[in-house]
């Protein structure tokens, strides 16, 4: 069965240290999102894409985040620097549709110390 | 701002028990209502609500919207201890997730 792929599935950084997320998506899969789950809390939409294109980036903190999907296929979140707050889960989901159901991979866990 | 709230925030039941949980939105442009399973990993979709009144089923879960009252609920029959789970509730058009509704069956 297809599956979105994520990694690492953990990280452990330093404040002020880069850290970058990878996410493939399951294939076909136009609309690609990263959300932020801090603990206790619904996911977060960070940014979503339609193939290539940035569609929503309104909730991504730009001057420490950036993703890229430069090939409308997997993407990659990058923090720098990063900072205590930034310790949740991150995932990515995909969907076949704009409007579609979202299939999550398993997430990469960050922990900033 | 689009907001999304689940309650309860936390539910402890006995296996067997029948469970419902309420999932209210006020979102711009609202076009459908998704609620997820999560265990101790990513989201698992359950089902997605466009129309009111009209109730998918899916074995001993259940969801149905209202969107003349801005709510949805899911029930849960005769609950086993794998359903013991974060259960998040979710409005689009851009996606807001409320903050779930925590949920534990006792054997």
């Known amino acids: 069965e297809a599956e979105v792929a994520q990694s690492p599935r953990y990280k452990i950084t330093e404040k002020s240290q880069a850290v970058a997320f990878w996410c493939d998506p399951i294939s076909g899969h136009a609309t690609l999102y990263w959300y932020r789950q801090i603990l206790g809390q619904g996911p977060e939409l960070l940014v979503q894409?339609?193939?290539?294109?940035?569609?929503?980036d309104s909730q991504l903190p730009k001057d420490r985040f950036s993703a890229e999907r430069l090939k409308g296929v997997d993407s990659t979140l990058k923090i720098q620097p990063a900072e205590l707050g930034d310790s949740a889960m991150y995932l990515c989901?995909?969907?076949?549709?704009?409007?579609?159901?979202?299939?999550f991979g398993p997430g990469t866990r960050l922990t900033v110390l | 701002e689009d907001k999304v709230v689940q309650s309860p925030l936390s539910l402890v039941v006995h296996e067997g028990d029948t469970v419902t949980l309420n999932c209210s939105y006020e979102v711009t442009n609202f076009r459908s209502l998704l609620w997820y399973k999560q265990e101790k990993k990513a989201p698992t979709f359950l089902f997605m609500l466009?129309?009111?009144?009209i109730e998918k089923k899916s074995g001993r879960l259940s969801s149905i919207l209202d969107k003349k009252e801005l709510f949805s609920i899911l029930n849960i029959t005769a609950t086993q201890t794998g359903d013991s789970a974060v259960y998040l509730c979710?409005?689009?058009?851009?996606?807001?997730f409320g903050t779930g509704t925590r949920l534990t069956i006792i054997p």
């Open positions: 466009t129309s009111s009144g």
């Open positions: 894409f339609q193939d290539e294109s940035v569609v929503d």
């Open positions: 989901a995909s969907s076949l549709e704009v409007r579609g159901e979202q299939f």
């Open positions: 979710a409005a689009r058009e851009k996606l807001t």
